[in-house]
């Protein structure tokens, strides 16, 4: 017989194979998985809730589902093989690097049979885009490119191959601040059945965690991503593109679409998504082209181009620190109380509270201070991937090592680096924050100001030559020629000291 076997991020009865009814189903909820790393307890509710429900709503249909609780997955499938010696088991080919080759080990040690099926929660198939990076004679990936192609390929926004409104991207009318009274609309609410109590109690007494357990909001069912979808459609989506880039004190998610961790663990598939967004901009005029561009190119642009840089550039991706930074990360990360600059001090309370922020605040605060404070990029990585709800290794590194800490230049040509102009700009944090974004030496400066242009000064041979760095260079000339980089370097070692005492 043959029996889908369903990992806890595949949970789609409507792609893979689930989509080919089969004989039986099969889903181990490992418990070491839980324990691989510091998960915030809503990750590990998340997705073992969603495992949970998906098992039960198969089962209401008819299907004959195994589920094995287990420690481990070679356990799970002890049990599972002396049951049912003999069946062969489908499962979709894991986005993770290696995942389909333990996998397949752990079956055959078993004596028995495992098909890897393509992996069907993505856009582009891994020989599309192969062919596409073979097709630009060895360039270095290039998101726009591939973004362009990806359109063009799925003519998702475009007539004869040329971009609806004239434009690849309205990234110019997408920097917006909302003004101060600016509410985004409420979030809907799930009705949680048994399992999201149940596991996040099994959670709180077993597992070591990092994160708040309460305050759950996230969808585990296929009605719960739905309603998710079509709540962002009818309420943020509009507003998405002109405050994409914002922060905002009293507003943790903005009009961002909260859709990452469904779309992650399979509730949802990009597919439907686009398509739903673009029917939505359609059948409606108060959605600008702005947002419904914005939102498309991050699904079909960016979580697709991730995907494939790591499928390629792993093992080595995740080990990448071409600037060779080395130090841990400050105890911030896991205390908010540990530092008073507001934006950071609030998107590490944001991370603790939901497993969550949005985009900017992930790449333009947590690893910008990460990347200007000198934490290795595998310490950066290690955090992220354990505190957010919907980080799973072949999304989160990219990002982060490649992103957030410039460990690598196959595919960000820069790194994010900022001073604290960027945030100052880009939210309402420095306006109640103690440290002045003005100042770069003396006690009330912002930190970012110091740590930027010591993290220019001590990688000056690695990026001067970066011709996209050259304007930056030119006012680290400005300041050297002005005597100014001793009191910098004094004012970034404080910094880093203050850090390391909890007492930024
Ligand atoms: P929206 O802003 O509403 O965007 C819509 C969707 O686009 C997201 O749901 C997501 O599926 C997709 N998307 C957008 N940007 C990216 C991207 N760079 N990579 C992949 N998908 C993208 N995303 C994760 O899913 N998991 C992670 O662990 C993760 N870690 C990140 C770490 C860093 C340092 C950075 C800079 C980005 C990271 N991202 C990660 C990408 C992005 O920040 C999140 O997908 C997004 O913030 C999720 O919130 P949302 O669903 O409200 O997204």
């Known amino acids: 017989m043959t029996a889908a076997w369903v990992l806890g991020d595949q949970l789609s009865r409507e792609r893979g194979p689930l989509a080919d009814d089969p004989d039986r189903v099969l889903f181990v909820e490992a418990s ?19 495992m949970r429900n998906l098992a039960d709503d198969l089962r209401a249909d008819g299907v004959d589902v195994v589920y094995e609780r287990a420690d481990s997955f070679g356990d799970g499938l002890d049990a599972y093989f002396d049951a049912h010696p003999g069946d062969e088991l489908v499962v ?50 290039s998101h726009e490119a591939f973004y362009r192609w990806m ?23 997408n920097r917006e601040t909302p003004p101060d009274d600016y509410e985004s609309p409420a979030l809907p609410d799930f009705e949680y059945g048994e399992h999201v109590p149940e596991v996040r109690e099994w959670v709180a ?108 550039e792993m093992p080595a991706l995740a080990d990448a620190n071409q600037l060779g930074q080395s130090r841990d990360l400050p105890p911030l990360y896991w205390d908010s109380d540990a530092t008073e600059m507001e934006c950071v001090g609030s998107a590490i309370e944001r991370v603790h509270d939901r497993g969550y922020t949005h985009h900017i605040e992930r790449l333009m605060v947590l690893s910008n201070f990460a990347l200007l404070y000198g934490a290795s990029p595998q310490a950066l990585n290690e955090w992220f991937y354990g505190g957010f709800v919907d980080a799973f290794h072949w999304v989160v590194t990219p990002n982060v090592v490649g992103m957030g800490s ?95 005492s909890e007492d930024l």
Not at 160 to 165: I, S
Not at 237 to 254: I, K, N, R, S, V
Not at 275 to 286: G, K, M, P, T, W
Request: with cysteine.
């Open 151 to 173: 359109r063009r390929e799925t003519g998702y926004l475009t007539t004869d191959g040329d971009p609806e409104g004239g434009a690849w991207n309205y990234d110019d009318q």
């Open 205 to 312: 007494e077993e597992v070591d965690t990092w994160g708040d357990s309460e305050g759950f909001g996230w969808p585990v069912t296929r009605e719960h991503a739905e309603r998710a979808l079509a709540d962002f459609l009818e309420n943020r989506l509009a507003d998405f593109g002109p405050y994409e880039d914002a922060m905002f004190a009293d507003d943790w998610h903005l009009d961002h679409s909260l859709l990452s961790a469904a779309l992650n663990v399979g509730l949802l598939g990009p597919r439907e998504v686009v398509e739903a967004a673009i029917s939505e901009y359609r059948e409606r005029d108060d959605v600008p082209l702005n947002s419904v561009e914005g939102f498309v190119r991050q699904i079909v642009g960016w979580r697709e181009f991730v995907r494939h840089v790591y499928r390629r």
């Open 92 to 141: 979709q080919r894991p986005a993770t690097h290696g995942a389909a080759d333990r996998l397949r080990e752990l079956v055959d040690a078993r004596g028995g049979s495992l098909r890897v099926a393509e992996n069907e929660q993505f856009l582009c198939s891994p020989a599309a885009f192969d062919e596409w990076v073979d097709d630009r004679d060895g360039d270095a990936y």
């Open 32 to 50: 070491d998985f839980a324990r691989r790393r510091r998960y915030h307890p809503q990750k590990l509710t998340l997705v073992f809730a969603a």
């Open 406 to 500: 410039f460990g690598t230049a196959a595919f960000t040509t820069k790194p994010y680096a900022a001073s604290a102009n960027y945030v100052d700009r880009m939210s309402d944090f420095c306006a109640g924050c103690q440290y002045d974004p003005d100042s770069t030496t003396g006690a009330n400066a912002c930190p970012f100001n110091s740590l930027y242009w010591d993290f220019l000064t001590e990688h000056e041979d690695a990026l001067r030559a970066n011709h996209r760095m050259g304007l930056v260079y030119g006012h680290l000339d400005d300041k050297r020629d002005a005597g100014d980089l001793a009191a910098i370097r004094e004012r970034a070692d404080d910094v880093r000291s203050l850090a390391e």
